[in-house]
């Protein structure tokens, strides 16, 4: 079998030391993109807004 199950690969990330840093690292990525999507979903609603109103003076 050339691919390992995702079950042993965690088991091997979760007994190496540079294993786990990878997976923190992965977590804040993942935290960093969810608050930047969150951010650009509101400032994007706030520009549609801008634009409707423009859109219903002319």
Do not use: D, W
């Not at 390992?4 to 690969?9: D, N, V």
């Not at 960093?32 to 634009?51: D, L």
């Amino acid at each position: 079998m050339l691919i390992s199950s995702p079950k042993r690969l965690l088991g091997r990330l979760r007994r190496n030391k540079k294993g786990a840093t990878i997976i923190e690292y992965i977590l804040i990525v993942t935290l960093i993109c969810v608050a930047c999507t969150a951010a650009f979903r509101n400032v994007g609603g706030g520009y549609q807004k801008i634009y409707n109103n423009l859109a219903n003076h002319l």
